[in-house]
């Protein structure tokens, strides 16, 4: 069954400094997508970044980077130059098959000044 | 771009009233809609898939008569929840997609709804 593993319930970072969020996931597909959102609380989700289990290189989109390694199926984002507004719940999910997206517990991020 | 708009964002109603909420594709075209559930500190939790001129798929656990959905158009889906009570108190939020499953899903801002 594919599932997603988010073992950080909070993390802390000081203002301008990078902060590591961990996610691994299980999946027998050879074929599945990475995806991280973030969700402040007001509720909306804000997708950050995408990881295909194919790509070569890993993603980045500006402050957002994914540490893809395939062999150990992890998928951390890392978010450089950490900012107040970085302040948020994130979340990582996995698509299965064609269509659905299952989500981990997410991780509360903190950004301290 | 890739903009989904949800409404109402709250609702608060007495037991027993039915509530729609409405999941628009505002500047894409979405063939299949998803509907999440999330419960305080919580997860998102699919509930359904929706896809445009025929039945939703639900997940196991969810009660087909109790959440029913509609997706009209090719950007418009809508979540009714029926005879709500209490328990089905929570946060409602849908999302879109434009194009394969490689593309991200693109969510509204959510729905939280209280009954009373």
């Known amino acids: 069954a594919q599932k997603i593993t988010q073992t950080q319930p909070g993390m802390f970072v000081q203002e301008k400094e990078a902060v590591t969020l961990d996610c691994t996931y299980d999946t027998s597909d050879p074929s599945y997508g990475l995806f991280w959102y973030k969700q402040p609380s007001s509720g909306e989700m804000i997708f950050l970044i995408y990881q295909g289990s194919y790509d070569q290189q890993n993603a980045t989109e500006g402050r957002y980077s994914l540490n893809f390694q395939k062999a150990r199926k992890s998928a951390n984002l890392v978010i450089s130059a950490s900012q107040l507004g970085d302040s948020a719940m994130y979340f990582c999910a996995m698509r299965v098959g064609s269509e659905k997206l299952v989500f981990g517990k997410g991780t509360k991020l903190t950004v301290n000044p | 771009g890739a903009v989904v708009s949800q409404h109402p964002s709250r609702v608060i109603c007495k037991s027993g009233t039915s509530v729609k909420i409405e999941c628009r594709s505002l500047?894409?075209?979405?063939?299949?809609m998803f509907w999440y559930r999330q419960f305080p500190k919580q997860s998102l939790m699919l509930m359904a898939t929706?896809?445009?001129?025929?039945?939703?798929?639900?997940e196991q656990g969810v009660e087909k008569d109790k959440f029913l959905i509609n997706h009209a158009s090719l950007t418009l889906s809508t979540l009714t929840v029926t005879s709500a009570h209490p328990e089905d108190s929570s946060f409602y939020i849908c999302?879109?997609?434009?194009?394969?499953?490689?593309?991200?899903?693109?969510f509204g801002d959510g729905t939280r709804l209280s009954i009373l």
């Open positions: 929706s896809n445009e001129g025929s039945k939703a798929t639900y």
């Open positions: 999302s879109a997609r434009a194009g394969h499953g490689n593309q991200p899903q693109h």
């Open positions: 500047d894409f075209q979405a063939t299949t």
